[in-house]
């Protein structure tokens, strides 16, 4: 049976983008990628939603890490080499090997998935790792606290709903960024 892991890189105060949709300062350096791509090695599946899915496929084409660092070149194989299950009414079809399109998320359907995985799978976007950790799917969760503050935006963790928490690991790096990892409690 297959794990199915949350992560994120967020804001000390807690968001994946500003109020303005903007991200760049999530960026890994190289220490943070190289320990990201561990994490990432365990992983046969991806579930995303559209959004995530537009931003993640860009690891499919060769001119994203062509002449990138190892850590980039890496995780582009790493993400070439699991499926991908992607949620989206609007999609038509796949812009990436070994990925599907799902018109509804449907957790019980992913419960079953959860089951029969011979590898781990994550959940990537934050509205649609809400629905998955409401619905009691998620085991654990890794975020990436970087060292700004944006004020507002897209919360990384779901809001209106409890979820208790008991920490496995924690990590500082040298850019400041910390990790914390997450067993979510049943």
């Known amino acids: 049976m297959g794990r199915l892991t949350y992560s994120a890189i967020a804001s000390l105060d807690g968001y994946v983008a500003d109020d303005q949709g903007t991200f760049d300062w999530s960026a890994p350096d190289e220490e943070v990628h190289r320990f990201v791509n561990e994490l990432e090695r365990p992983v046969g599946t991806y579930l995303y939603g559209r959004r995530m899915y537009e931003v993640m496929r860009a690891w499919e084409r060769q001119d994203t890490v062509a002449g990138g660092t190892a850590q980039l070149q890496d995780f582009a194989r790493l993400w070439q080499a699991a499926d991908k299950v992607v949620y989206s009414r609007t999609l038509q079809g796949p812009s990436s090997a070994r990925t599907r399109i799902e018109r509804d998320f449907d957790p019980e359907h992913v419960r079953r998935m ?24 998620v085991d654990d969760c890794h975020l990436f606290l970087s060292p700004i503050v944006v004020g507002g935006g ?18 500082r790096f040298g850019s400041g960024v910390v990790h914390l990892h997450y067993r979510i409690r049943s």
Do not use: N, S
Not at 114 to 132: F, I, N, R
Not at 154 to 171: H, I, N, Q, S
């Open 114 to 137: 959860k089951a029969a995985a011979p590898h781990d799978m994550t959940v990537g976007g934050p509205e649609l790792a809400a629905q998955a950790i409401r619905a009691g799917l």
């Open 154 to 171: 897209k919360p990384a963790l779901p809001r209106g709903t409890r979820v208790d928490l008991e920490l496995l690991a924690e990590r």
